[in-house]
Protein backbone atom coordinates (compact mmCIF):
# COMPACT_ATOMS: atom_id res chain seq x y z
CA UNK A 1 0.00 0.00 0.00
CA UNK A 2 1.13 3.23 -0.94
CA UNK A 3 1.71 6.23 1.86
CA UNK A 4 3.35 9.41 1.45
CA UNK A 5 6.61 10.45 2.50
CA UNK A 6 8.64 13.18 4.11
CA UNK A 7 8.52 16.49 1.73
CA UNK A 8 12.12 16.23 2.74
CA UNK A 9 12.65 13.33 0.66
CA UNK A 10 11.35 13.95 -2.16
CA UNK A 11 11.62 17.94 -2.71
CA UNK A 12 14.50 18.85 -1.81
CA UNK A 13 15.84 22.58 -1.70
CA UNK A 14 17.68 24.33 -4.51
CA UNK A 15 20.97 23.79 -4.78
CA UNK A 16 23.53 26.58 -5.32
CA UNK A 17 23.46 28.28 -7.99
CA UNK A 18 20.06 26.85 -9.12
CA UNK A 19 16.97 29.10 -9.80
CA UNK A 20 19.34 31.85 -10.95
CA UNK A 21 20.16 32.66 -7.63
CA UNK A 22 24.04 33.52 -6.89
CA UNK A 23 25.31 31.68 -4.04
CA UNK A 24 27.04 33.42 -1.21
CA UNK A 25 29.87 34.53 -1.76
CA UNK A 26 29.99 33.05 -5.51
CA UNK A 27 32.27 35.83 -7.59
CA UNK A 28 34.08 33.36 -9.68
CA UNK A 29 32.65 30.44 -11.16
CA UNK A 30 33.53 27.15 -9.34
CA UNK A 31 35.61 25.81 -11.91
CA UNK A 32 37.68 28.89 -12.61
CA UNK A 33 38.67 29.19 -9.01
CA UNK A 34 39.00 25.03 -8.86
CA UNK A 35 41.62 25.61 -12.05
CA UNK A 36 43.57 28.58 -10.14
CA UNK A 37 44.09 26.08 -7.07
CA UNK A 38 44.99 23.05 -9.08
CA UNK A 39 47.53 25.19 -10.93
CA UNK A 40 49.55 25.56 -7.84
CA UNK A 41 48.38 22.82 -5.80
CA UNK A 42 47.11 19.51 -8.06
CA UNK A 43 48.86 16.88 -9.23
CA UNK A 44 50.44 17.10 -12.53
CA UNK A 45 53.16 14.67 -12.41
CA UNK A 46 51.20 11.20 -12.21
CA UNK A 47 52.45 8.57 -14.77
CA UNK A 48 49.07 8.47 -16.22
CA UNK A 49 49.14 12.11 -17.43
CA UNK A 50 52.20 12.08 -19.34
CA UNK A 51 50.92 11.16 -22.18
CA UNK A 52 47.09 11.40 -21.34
CA UNK A 53 46.34 8.84 -23.64
CA UNK A 54 42.99 6.84 -23.43
CA UNK A 55 44.64 3.22 -22.66
CA UNK A 56 46.96 4.77 -20.02
CA UNK A 57 43.73 6.93 -18.46
CA UNK A 58 41.92 4.03 -18.69
CA UNK A 59 43.95 1.91 -17.05
CA UNK A 60 44.50 4.12 -14.49
CA UNK A 61 41.08 4.87 -13.71
CA UNK A 62 39.98 0.93 -13.18
CA UNK A 63 43.10 0.67 -11.16
CA UNK A 64 42.41 3.59 -8.70
CA UNK A 65 38.63 2.01 -8.07
CA UNK A 66 38.53 1.90 -4.53
CA UNK A 67 42.41 2.03 -4.19
CA UNK A 68 44.53 4.81 -3.78
CA UNK A 69 46.61 6.98 -5.93
CA UNK A 70 50.17 6.13 -3.79
CA UNK A 71 49.56 2.57 -4.34
CA UNK A 72 48.39 2.79 -7.54
CA UNK A 73 51.21 4.39 -8.64
CA UNK A 74 54.21 1.38 -9.07
CA UNK A 75 51.27 -1.53 -9.97
CA UNK A 76 50.43 0.83 -13.26
CA UNK A 77 54.21 1.15 -13.89
CA UNK A 78 54.78 -3.03 -14.14
CA UNK A 79 51.43 -3.20 -16.02
CA UNK A 80 52.32 -0.94 -18.40
CA UNK A 81 55.72 -2.44 -18.87
CA UNK A 82 54.14 -5.85 -19.46
CA UNK A 83 51.11 -4.36 -21.38
CA UNK A 84 52.34 -0.79 -23.11
CA UNK A 85 49.49 -1.13 -25.29
CA UNK A 86 45.58 -2.26 -25.55
CA UNK A 87 46.79 -4.97 -28.23
CA UNK A 88 49.23 -6.32 -26.17
CA UNK A 89 46.66 -7.15 -22.90
CA UNK A 90 43.99 -8.04 -25.43
CA UNK A 91 46.23 -10.79 -26.34
CA UNK A 92 47.83 -12.18 -23.32
CA UNK A 93 45.91 -14.62 -21.05
CA UNK A 94 43.80 -14.35 -18.49
CA UNK A 95 46.76 -15.58 -16.39
CA UNK A 96 49.08 -13.18 -16.75
CA UNK A 97 46.97 -10.13 -16.34
CA UNK A 98 46.21 -11.35 -13.02
CA UNK A 99 49.25 -12.05 -11.59
CA UNK A 100 50.31 -8.74 -12.59
CA UNK A 101 46.93 -7.18 -10.83
CA UNK A 102 48.13 -9.58 -7.99
CA UNK A 103 48.16 -7.50 -4.64
CA UNK A 104 45.42 -4.56 -5.97
CA UNK A 105 42.31 -6.78 -4.86
CA UNK A 106 38.89 -6.35 -6.51
CA UNK A 107 39.89 -9.23 -8.74
CA UNK A 108 36.59 -8.53 -10.61
CA UNK A 109 38.60 -5.37 -12.08
CA UNK A 110 41.13 -7.42 -13.34
CA UNK A 111 38.69 -9.43 -15.61
CA UNK A 112 36.74 -6.87 -16.79
CA UNK A 113 39.91 -4.95 -17.64
CA UNK A 114 41.13 -7.61 -19.70
CA UNK A 115 37.33 -8.39 -21.65
CA UNK A 116 37.48 -4.29 -22.00
CA UNK A 117 40.59 -4.53 -23.72
CA UNK A 118 39.40 -7.42 -25.88
CA UNK A 119 35.88 -5.50 -27.36
CA UNK A 120 38.08 -2.82 -27.81
CA UNK A 121 40.16 -5.01 -29.91
CA UNK A 122 37.60 -7.25 -31.73
CA UNK A 123 34.95 -4.83 -32.09
CA UNK A 124 36.74 -1.62 -32.30
CA UNK A 125 39.52 -2.60 -34.09
CA UNK A 126 41.83 -1.02 -31.21
CA UNK A 127 39.88 2.53 -31.30
CA UNK A 128 38.45 3.80 -28.31
CA UNK A 129 34.81 5.46 -28.42
CA UNK A 130 34.48 8.76 -27.92
CA UNK A 131 31.08 8.57 -27.41
CA UNK A 132 29.62 8.15 -23.92
CA UNK A 133 27.13 5.58 -24.33
CA UNK A 134 29.60 3.59 -26.16
CA UNK A 135 31.95 4.03 -23.73
CA UNK A 136 29.98 2.66 -20.77
CA UNK A 137 28.80 -0.43 -22.47
CA UNK A 138 32.34 -1.51 -22.12
CA UNK A 139 32.84 -4.06 -19.56
CA UNK A 140 33.80 -2.38 -15.91
CA UNK A 141 33.35 1.21 -17.25
CA UNK A 142 30.91 2.75 -15.15
CA UNK A 143 29.83 5.96 -16.06
CA UNK A 144 31.76 8.21 -14.16
CA UNK A 145 34.97 6.24 -15.04
CA UNK A 146 33.55 6.51 -18.91
CA UNK A 147 33.70 10.80 -18.54
CA UNK A 148 37.05 10.57 -16.43
CA UNK A 149 38.34 8.84 -19.54
CA UNK A 150 36.64 10.75 -22.22
CA UNK A 151 37.49 14.05 -20.61
CA UNK A 152 41.21 13.42 -19.36
CA UNK A 153 42.13 11.60 -22.74
CA UNK A 154 40.48 14.34 -25.34
CA UNK A 155 39.33 17.13 -23.07
CA UNK A 156 35.39 15.96 -23.78
CA UNK A 157 33.02 17.67 -21.78
CA UNK A 158 31.93 14.80 -18.98
CA UNK A 159 31.26 15.33 -15.60
CA UNK A 160 32.91 12.84 -13.09
CA UNK A 161 31.11 11.59 -10.13
CA UNK A 162 33.56 8.93 -7.50
CA UNK A 163 33.47 8.93 -4.45
CA UNK A 164 35.79 11.83 -3.70
CA UNK A 165 33.95 14.03 -6.07
CA UNK A 166 30.28 12.92 -4.40
CA UNK A 167 31.59 13.56 -0.59
CA UNK A 168 33.07 17.04 -2.40
CA UNK A 169 29.72 18.52 -4.10
CA UNK A 170 27.15 16.80 -1.36
CA UNK A 171 29.47 19.41 0.71
CA UNK A 172 29.15 22.07 -1.68
CA UNK A 173 25.72 21.73 -2.66
CA UNK A 174 24.64 20.84 1.32
CA UNK A 175 22.35 17.92 -0.34
CA UNK A 176 21.06 15.75 2.43
CA UNK A 177 20.31 12.24 2.05
CA UNK A 178 22.65 9.30 1.52
CA UNK A 179 24.06 9.42 -2.05
CA UNK A 180 23.76 5.85 -2.47
CA UNK A 181 19.94 6.76 -3.33
CA UNK A 182 19.48 6.85 -6.52
CA UNK A 183 17.62 10.04 -6.57
CA UNK A 184 20.90 12.00 -4.06
CA UNK A 185 23.06 10.76 -6.69
CA UNK A 186 20.89 12.04 -9.54
CA UNK A 187 21.39 15.32 -7.92
CA UNK A 188 24.46 15.32 -7.47
CA UNK A 189 24.83 14.14 -11.21
CA UNK A 190 22.62 17.06 -12.39
CA UNK A 191 24.81 19.63 -10.23
CA UNK A 192 28.21 18.31 -11.26
CA UNK A 193 27.28 18.56 -14.77
CA UNK A 194 25.84 22.06 -14.16
CA UNK A 195 29.54 23.28 -12.74
CA UNK A 196 31.40 21.81 -15.78
CA UNK A 197 33.71 24.45 -17.69
CA UNK A 198 33.44 25.13 -20.99
CA UNK A 199 37.36 24.53 -21.67
CA UNK A 200 40.23 22.60 -20.03
CA UNK A 201 38.17 19.50 -18.95
CA UNK A 202 41.18 17.00 -18.26
CA UNK A 203 42.30 19.29 -15.96
CA UNK A 204 39.19 20.53 -14.16
CA UNK A 205 38.52 16.55 -13.77
CA UNK A 206 42.00 15.97 -12.27
CA UNK A 207 41.05 18.91 -9.93
CA UNK A 208 38.19 17.80 -8.88
CA UNK A 209 39.14 14.57 -7.66
CA UNK A 210 42.53 15.87 -5.87
CA UNK A 211 40.62 18.58 -4.21
CA UNK A 212 38.23 15.79 -3.37
CA UNK A 213 40.95 13.30 -1.84
CA UNK A 214 43.31 15.86 -0.36
CA UNK A 215 40.94 19.10 1.00
CA UNK A 216 37.59 18.17 1.05
CA UNK A 217 38.60 14.79 2.61
CA UNK A 218 36.19 12.58 4.76
CA UNK A 219 37.20 13.40 8.35
CA UNK A 220 38.31 17.24 9.40
CA UNK A 221 38.04 18.80 5.49
CA UNK A 222 40.71 21.56 5.30
CA UNK A 223 37.83 24.35 4.64
CA UNK A 224 40.35 26.90 5.47
CA UNK A 225 42.08 26.30 2.47
CA UNK A 226 39.44 25.47 0.45
CA UNK A 227 38.75 27.34 -2.98
CA UNK A 228 35.48 26.83 -3.37
CA UNK A 229 34.29 27.70 0.76
CA UNK A 230 33.09 30.97 -0.46
CA UNK A 231 29.80 29.36 -1.31
CA UNK A 232 30.14 25.94 0.13
CA UNK A 233 26.46 25.08 1.55
CA UNK A 234 27.86 22.90 4.21
CA UNK A 235 30.50 25.34 5.42
CA UNK A 236 27.82 28.30 5.50
CA UNK A 237 25.46 26.01 6.96
CA UNK A 238 28.19 24.80 10.04
CA UNK A 239 26.61 20.88 8.55
CA UNK A 240 30.46 20.17 7.36
CA UNK A 241 30.63 17.34 9.91
CA UNK A 242 26.93 15.70 8.74
CA UNK A 243 27.93 15.78 5.03
CA UNK A 244 27.54 13.89 2.89
CA UNK A 245 25.37 11.88 5.25
CA UNK A 246 25.55 8.06 6.16
CA UNK A 247 23.87 4.88 4.55
CA UNK A 248 20.60 4.80 6.42
CA UNK A 249 20.74 2.25 9.64
CA UNK A 250 17.11 1.70 9.58
CA UNK A 251 15.06 -1.50 11.04
CA UNK A 252 13.00 -0.94 7.98
CA UNK A 253 15.10 -1.84 4.98
CA UNK A 254 15.50 1.00 1.84
CA UNK A 255 15.09 -0.80 -1.28
CA UNK A 256 16.14 1.30 -4.40
CA UNK A 257 15.07 0.22 -8.27
CA UNK A 258 15.66 1.60 -11.21
CA UNK A 259 12.63 1.61 -13.76
CA UNK A 260 13.28 1.83 -17.01
CA UNK A 261 10.73 3.23 -19.33
CA UNK A 262 11.67 1.63 -22.73
CA UNK A 263 10.30 3.36 -25.64
CA UNK A 264 10.71 2.52 -28.98
CA UNK A 265 10.55 4.70 -32.52
CA UNK A 266 7.32 4.44 -32.61
CA UNK A 267 6.67 5.66 -29.15
CA UNK A 268 5.62 2.60 -27.53
CA UNK A 269 6.66 1.75 -24.16
CA UNK A 270 7.89 -1.54 -23.41
CA UNK A 271 5.96 -3.59 -20.70
CA UNK A 272 6.70 -7.25 -18.81
CA UNK A 273 4.01 -9.61 -17.35
CA UNK A 274 5.80 -9.47 -13.72
CA UNK A 275 5.97 -13.49 -12.20
CA UNK A 276 3.32 -14.65 -10.26
CA UNK A 277 4.83 -14.25 -7.15
CA UNK A 278 6.56 -12.04 -5.49
CA UNK A 279 5.71 -7.76 -5.50
CA UNK A 280 2.99 -6.47 -8.43
CA UNK A 281 2.66 -10.37 -9.23
CA UNK A 282 1.11 -10.88 -12.42
CA UNK A 283 0.75 -6.90 -13.49
CA UNK A 284 2.15 -5.51 -16.16
CA UNK A 285 5.26 -3.20 -15.31
CA UNK A 286 8.26 -1.08 -17.41
CA UNK A 287 12.00 -3.13 -16.54
CA UNK A 288 12.53 -2.90 -12.97
CA UNK A 289 16.18 -3.31 -12.05
CA UNK A 290 17.86 -3.61 -8.45
CA UNK A 291 19.76 -0.52 -8.23
CA UNK A 292 23.21 -2.32 -7.15
CA UNK A 293 22.65 -3.39 -10.67
CA UNK A 294 24.29 -1.82 -14.13
CA UNK A 295 20.68 -1.15 -15.98
CA UNK A 296 22.92 -0.27 -18.79
CA UNK A 297 24.36 -4.01 -18.96
CA UNK A 298 20.75 -5.28 -18.14
CA UNK A 299 18.77 -3.35 -20.82
CA UNK A 300 21.32 -5.31 -23.14
CA UNK A 301 21.70 -8.61 -21.66
CA UNK A 302 17.78 -9.09 -21.07
CA UNK A 303 16.41 -7.26 -24.24
CA UNK A 304 19.62 -6.50 -26.29
CA UNK A 305 18.63 -3.07 -26.16
CA UNK A 306 20.96 -0.13 -25.74
CA UNK A 307 19.80 3.32 -24.74
CA UNK A 308 20.56 6.29 -27.25
CA UNK A 309 18.81 8.58 -25.07
CA UNK A 310 18.32 8.97 -21.21
CA UNK A 311 15.98 11.12 -19.85
CA UNK A 312 15.54 10.53 -15.64
CA UNK A 313 12.53 11.30 -14.56
CA UNK A 314 11.43 12.36 -10.71
CA UNK A 315 11.52 9.49 -8.14
CA UNK A 316 8.73 7.84 -6.84
CA UNK A 317 8.76 6.62 -3.12
CA UNK A 318 6.65 3.49 -2.34
CA UNK A 319 5.88 1.39 0.85
CA UNK A 320 5.28 -2.34 0.97
CA UNK A 321 4.63 -4.16 4.17
CA UNK A 322 8.45 -5.07 5.00
CA UNK A 323 10.24 -2.46 3.16
CA UNK A 324 10.59 0.80 1.38
CA UNK A 325 11.47 1.24 -2.37
CA UNK A 326 12.82 4.40 -3.89
CA UNK A 327 11.90 3.84 -7.86
CA UNK A 328 13.88 6.02 -10.01
CA UNK A 329 12.33 6.24 -13.39
CA UNK A 330 14.33 6.80 -16.14
CA UNK A 331 13.25 7.11 -20.02
CA UNK A 332 15.10 5.81 -22.51
CA UNK A 333 14.81 5.67 -26.50
CA UNK A 334 16.55 2.35 -27.62
CA UNK A 335 18.63 0.94 -30.46
CA UNK A 336 18.02 -1.80 -31.99
CA UNK A 337 14.38 -0.65 -31.06
CA UNK A 338 13.03 -4.25 -31.88
CA UNK A 339 12.33 -6.59 -28.61
CA UNK A 340 10.42 -9.56 -30.02
CA UNK A 341 6.75 -9.82 -28.45
CA UNK A 342 6.30 -12.62 -26.84
CA UNK A 343 3.66 -13.79 -23.70
CA UNK A 344 5.10 -11.48 -21.25
CA UNK A 345 6.56 -8.59 -23.22
CA UNK A 346 4.21 -6.30 -24.89
CA UNK A 347 5.14 -2.71 -26.39
CA UNK A 348 2.10 -0.68 -25.37
CA UNK A 349 1.22 2.72 -27.39
CA UNK A 350 1.19 5.38 -24.86
CA UNK A 351 -1.72 7.30 -26.37
CA UNK A 352 -4.95 6.34 -24.18
CA UNK A 353 -4.54 5.94 -20.58
CA UNK A 354 -7.49 3.85 -20.50
CA UNK A 355 -6.50 1.09 -23.23
CA UNK A 356 -3.46 0.07 -20.79
CA UNK A 357 -3.22 -3.21 -18.53
CA UNK A 358 -3.07 -3.62 -14.80
CA UNK A 359 -0.28 -1.65 -13.58
CA UNK A 360 1.02 -1.28 -9.81
CA UNK A 361 -0.24 2.17 -8.54
CA UNK A 362 2.85 3.68 -8.19
CA UNK A 363 4.08 2.53 -11.56
CA UNK A 364 0.80 3.88 -12.98
CA UNK A 365 1.51 7.32 -11.15
CA UNK A 366 4.80 7.52 -13.10
CA UNK A 367 3.64 6.88 -16.83
CA UNK A 368 0.61 9.45 -16.04
CA UNK A 369 2.78 11.75 -15.27
CA UNK A 370 5.43 11.18 -17.85
CA UNK A 371 3.06 10.42 -20.34
CA UNK A 372 -0.60 11.89 -19.74
CA UNK A 373 -0.08 15.39 -17.34
CA UNK A 374 -1.94 17.98 -19.34
CA UNK A 375 1.11 19.61 -19.64
CA UNK A 376 3.25 16.68 -21.12
CA UNK A 377 0.85 15.96 -23.75
CA UNK A 378 1.18 19.63 -25.39
CA UNK A 379 5.28 18.64 -25.62
CA UNK A 380 7.03 16.56 -28.09
CA UNK A 381 8.26 13.43 -26.99
CA UNK A 382 11.58 13.73 -26.71
CA UNK A 383 12.23 17.61 -25.99
CA UNK A 384 15.55 17.82 -24.43
CA UNK A 385 17.14 14.42 -24.19
CA UNK A 386 19.55 14.49 -21.38
CA UNK A 387 22.14 11.76 -19.81
CA UNK A 388 21.81 9.88 -16.04
S1 LIG B 1 34.71 24.38 2.28
FE1 LIG B 1 35.24 22.52 3.37
S2 LIG B 1 33.42 21.22 3.19
FE2 LIG B 1 33.22 22.83 1.68
S3 LIG B 1 34.01 21.96 -0.21
FE3 LIG B 1 35.72 23.04 0.81
S4 LIG B 1 36.75 21.53 2.07
FE4 LIG B 1 34.77 20.67 1.49
Not at 1 to 25: F, H, I, Q
Request: hydrophobic share 40%; net charge positive; charged share 20%.
Amino acid sequence: MSRPKSPTALKPSPLPGEGGATAPGEGASFASRLLTWFDTHGRHDLPWQHPREPYRVWLSEVMLQQTQVTTVIPYFERFLARFPDVQTLAAAPIDDVLQRWAGLGYYARARNLHRCAQAVVELRGGEWPRDIEQMIALPGVGRSTAAAILSQAFGDRHAILDGNVKRLLSRHAAVAGWPGLPAVQQRLWNYAEKLLPDARLADYTQACMDLGSQVCVSRRPLCAVCPVAGDCGARLQDRVAELPASKPKRDRPQRSAWLLLIENDKAALLLERRPPSGIWGGLWCPPVIAAEQDWRAELAARYGLRAESVQALEPVEHSFTHYDLSLQPLRLRVAPAGVAEAGATAWTTMSDPSTLPGLPAPVRKILDAAYFAPQKAQQSLWPEPSTA
